[in-house]
Structures are given as structure tokens and as C-alpha cells.
């Protein structure tokens, strides 16, 4: 593989890393035997970055276990501050000294504000998170530092213009081009030096499964030898402001077909008609969508606090992806993204038709009937209550079980 340059760090990175949410388990714990034959194995292929973070399982005390001898240094470990349980700031100062004694070392390479957005990035500079980062610098416990970004895209630059920072992660692929920082946001973050790392370049896994029949069609009309993730995932490292993609990878299998796509797509190696074919499969999926939102964000904000574009997205995907179940894809998406289980609520259901929106959508789309069937799609009477209870309960009971797991 041929590493790409984080200008602002002079770290030479593969394209592809190695994200350790999604270890093979066993007993509710990362199966080490296992996992640990995966990392070496993608450590001797060529992968240098790995990507943990505080919140995943046991996950930071297995590579603490394993990163050890010669794997140590041929790594760079990427981790994250919890930002959801920070509520002062001696928090982030515990959960750092925490880390890294799982981690076993005495620097983390790459760490990151986990999971912001506005908001977020506000209530921890209260906490004084400025002076946290400069401190943990000063002291030598992180190297770079940098965050993971779940906001809108009118938030970005307000966050990006709110620290010297070094890196950020984004989600990113073909589908959602236009969603979260998009095409802009990369392009900014790029013009400063920073590294660029994706998350999501499968959407979840959902653009390497099941594609709607018009989609499957084009792809395999234009190479019957590509699978469907082999598509997406070239199509993100094709660009060459991405530093790298993370794959939550778990076979020995899978690690070979990634690094194999990896090597072979550096920057703009795809043919013209490679990227017309993406775009085309875009442009079916697209036009197949129940509401013609763009996800553009012009709507928004919402005086209600309504995530207008969130709440037309995951309305859409569940028809396109035919997502089915009580339990569904597009059901979790919305109790998380706009529910309220992991801030405040910006369900369709706070609409109250005040109609300030309508003006602003390019699309002319009627922003409140579309609201409606979303409400109608995915609330039900007591649905604050249940969120109120995962929030409540279901989260620090989990939390409690990470901890007990950890011991
Ligand atoms: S009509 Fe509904 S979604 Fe639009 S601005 Fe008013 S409250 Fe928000
Ligand atoms: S509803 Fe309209 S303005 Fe809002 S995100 Fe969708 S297309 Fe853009």
C-alpha cells in the first residue's frame, strides 16, 4: 500500500487502518486468540494505524495486550476521550490516565474528542477542554490531537475554526457525499494539512449488501468481477485529501481483500468511467428516495429543533434499503440520531407547523407533510418515555457492564 502524508503531523499513514469497534467477541469479551492473529496479520501486510477508543468494549485493554515488542512502534494508535461522560473537567483528565494504562504506554499517537458536534464541542469548552488538550500535550500523554464529528455541516467550520487541530474523522461514502461535513468540509479540513480519516465507507455494511435491483444491475453491467464493496470503498480512496479508511475488519479474508483494494486505489486512479458508473447508481438511488430531500441542510435551524434533513434521510433509506423489523437499521438510526438518546431530541414529532422552513428548500419539498409521515413512520405514543428510559437506565447499566467487562 502506498501510505498517504498527514502534512500537519508528517505521519506517513496506509490508506487503510484497522478499526477495533467491531473485534470478534467471546463470552462478551474480545476473543484475543483471534483477534490478535487479525492485528499481526494486518500489521505484517501493512496497516499502520489502528483505531480504538474509549467506548468500545474491551477493545483498548486487548490492543494494550497485544501491541507490545515490535508491534508496538510499528503502529500509530488512535483513541478517543469519551465526551459523553464528561460532566467536569477532571473527567477528561481520568479518562485519559485511564487510557493509557490500558493502552500500556505512556503517549497515545492520535487522540480525539469522540462524537462531536456543536453543541457538544461547546459544553466542553465550559469544561475547559482547551486547556485539558494543552496540558496532556505539555505533559506528553498525546501526540496529535484531533476529533470524530457527528454534526451537521453548517457546524463544521465553527468547530474546525475552534482548536489547531491535527486530524479529524469523518463519515463518508458515496451515498452520503452530501451528509455531515461532505464534500466542503473535507476540502477545508484538507486546505489546513489536516488528516483525514473515514468512517462508515460501507454505510454500516449497507453498501457492500443487499442494493436496490436497479443499482445491483449497473454495477455489474459495468465489472461483473467487483463486488459492491469493493466499489464503495474505492470510491472513497480515490480521493486524495482521505488520509485513511478505517474497516472494522474481522476475518483474515476480509483483511486481504481490503489491503488488495487499497493498494491498488491511490488518488484519482479511477477511470472516468468508473466514477460515472458510481454516480450513476447514486443518481437511480437517489430518484428511487419516497421524499426528494438532498439532505442540503438550507431548512435548518428549526426554531422546534427539528433535524429536518436527518429526519427525511433515515425516512428514506428504510424504503430504499428495504430495511424491515421491529428492530430495524432505520428504527435505531432514529432514536439515536434524532431521538434523543445521545443529546437533545430533533424527532419530525417536535414540528409544530410554524411553516418558517418552507422558503428555504430548494427542492420546494412541503417540509411539514413530509414530517408527518416520518412521525407517523417511526413514533408511536410513549416513545419519549422509552427513550427517556434507554437514556436513563439503558446507558448506565451498559456503561456498568463495559466496566465490569474491563476488570
Ligand atoms: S414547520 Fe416544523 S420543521 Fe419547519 S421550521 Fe417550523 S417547526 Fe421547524
Ligand atoms: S428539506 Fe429541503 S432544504 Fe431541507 S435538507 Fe431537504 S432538500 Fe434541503
Known sequence: MQNRLIKKTGDEISPLGFGAMRLPLKNGKVNRELAKEQIYHAIDSGINFIDTAYLYGDSETFLGEVLQGEYKDKVKLCSKLPSINVRKYEDMEKYL???????????????????????????????DLLKFISKAKEEGKIKHIGFSYHGPKDEFETVLDGY?????????????????VGM????????????????????????????????????????????????ALEWVLNNGNITCVLSGMNSIDQIDENIEIASKTTPLSLS???????????????????INCSTCGYCVPCPQGVNIPTCMRIYNEKYLFEHKGLFNPSLIDYFQYVGGVMGNASNAGLCNGCGKCLRKCPQKLDIISELEKVKKEFEFPGMDYVLLFIRKVGFPVYKYLVKLLNR
Open 97 to 127: 490516565d485511564e487510557q493509557l494504562k490500558r493502552l500500556q504506554r505512556d503517549c497515545i499517537d492520535y487522540y480525539l474528542i469522540h462524537s462531536i458536534d456543536l453543541k457538544t464541542f461547546n459544553r466542553l469548552l465550559k469544561r
Open 184 to 231: 466542503e468540509g473535507i476540502e477545508r479540513a484538507a486546505s489546513r494539512g489536516m488528516g483525514i480519516f473515514v468512517m462508515e465507507p460501507l454505510k454500516g455494511g449497507i453498501l457492500a449488501g443487499k442494493m436496490p435491483k436497479e443499482a445491483e444491475d449497473i454495477l455489474r453491467k459495468a465489472d461483473a468481477n467487483k463486488s459492491n464493496a469493493q466499489w
Open 164 to 180: 489547531d487541530w491535527d486530524v479529524v474523522m469523518i463519515q463518508y461514502n458515496y451515498f452520503d457525499d452530501n451528509v455531515q
Open 272 to 290: 472516468f468511467d468508473e466514477m460515472e458508473t458510481i454516480e450513476y447508481v447514486k443518481r437511480v438511488m437517489r430518484n428511487s428516495l419516497k
